[in-house]
């Protein structure tokens, strides 16, 4: 596709790009094309007059991402400088999407308004708007209420939460749209106490989560359909790292790709892993807990792109 002739661009077009160094994973073949427009404008006029018959990827930050090895026949989209701004006016929070959550989450708070479930979210607003991102007991469509979008034809438009349709780890944004901006309206709260919750909630992670190593958070979706709250009263029996360890999976291997023996819900990639061996090791974990226990676990990590 890179023949292919695309519109001109104010941003940055690179063909042929490796994604490997834009995933935590570390693993992935190359997109056709990447695209980095400078803002708005620039985004709706490269959609508007790119051939219809090309695929498009947006990517965030690549943290809940695994690129096979063959790569990606599309133009890949991501977002940088001109959509990462966060703007706060009374009890709104205006984030781009390329802003990180913790950045947003810390924002907020000094603000006194609390969005503390984003800061150990390893993402940008896009992704956590598109993948409905929750933890703690809280998730993204808790406090959201509209979002900027381009779409595949390069308009601009309003999206509401009935148009995104929330559920667990997902939403309907449409095929090729662009996640520009969000607003929120979260609840207030003390900012110290607020950057206390935080800080605790960090410490947390570094115990329980091998935050150390090359991972893309959590691998499954859990079974019982919401996230971890995090508190002493909180039940197991129907979470994806304990399904897994029960089925024996804790620190399985293939090649260079490990179950974490910190965290087993954990892909991470030991020791050079492929996207093969990590996305074959998450197959061959679904199916050994489906035999031990029935339960077929949906990924939660996006695999894209061709095998090799």
């Not at 023996?261 to 807990?289: M, S």
């Amino acid at each position: 596709m890179t023949d292919t002739h695309l519109p001109r661009v104010r941003g940055t077009l690179t063909p042929n790009r490796p994604l490997n160094d834009l995933t935590w994973l570390r693993v992935g073949g190359s997109a056709d094309w990447l695209f980095q427009p400078a803002d708005v404008d620039d985004l709706r006029g490269f959609l508007r007059d790119l051939p219809r018959d090309v695929a498009v990827f947006p990517m965030g930050v690549g943290s809940n991402l695994i690129v096979r090895d063959g790569g990606l026949r599309a133009v890949v989209i991501r977002l940088g400088r001109g959509f990462n701004s966060i703007d706060i006016s009374g009890d709104r929070v205006t984030a781009g999407a390329a802003a990180l959550d913790a950045h947003v989450a810390r924002r907020a708070a000094d603000a006194g308004l609390d969005l503390t479930f984003l800061r150990t979210i390893p993402g940008s607003i896009g992704g956590a708007v598109r993948m409905n991102a929750g933890c703690y007991g809280s998730y993204t469509a808790d406090h959201f209420i509209s979002a900027q979008a381009v779409t595949r034809a390069g308009d601009l438009i309003i999206l509401t939460a009935e148009d995104l349709n929330f559920q667990y780890r997902q939403s309907d944004l449409a095929d090729g749209a662009v996640i520009v901006s969000a607003v929120f309206a979260p609840p207030a709260g003390d900012p110290d106490t607020l950057h206390d919750r935080m800080r605790a909630q960090l410490a947390k992670r570094d115990e329980t989560q091998p935050t150390k190593d090359r991972s893309a958070g959590s691998t499954f979706r859990n079974p019982a359909g919401f996230s971890s709250t995090g508190q002493a009263d909180d039940v197991h029996d129907l979470k994806a790292w304990k399904v897994i360890d029960d089925a024996g999976l804790r620190g399985a291997r293939l090649g260079g790709a490990q179950m974490s023996p910190k965290h087993p819900n954990f892909l991470i990639n030991a020791d050079n892993a492929t996207a093969a061996d990590l996305e074959n090791l998450g197959e061959q974990v679904r199916k050994k807990v489906y035999d031990s226990s029935g339960i077929r676990l949906q990924w939660e990590i996006m695999r894209i792109g061709e095998l090799k």
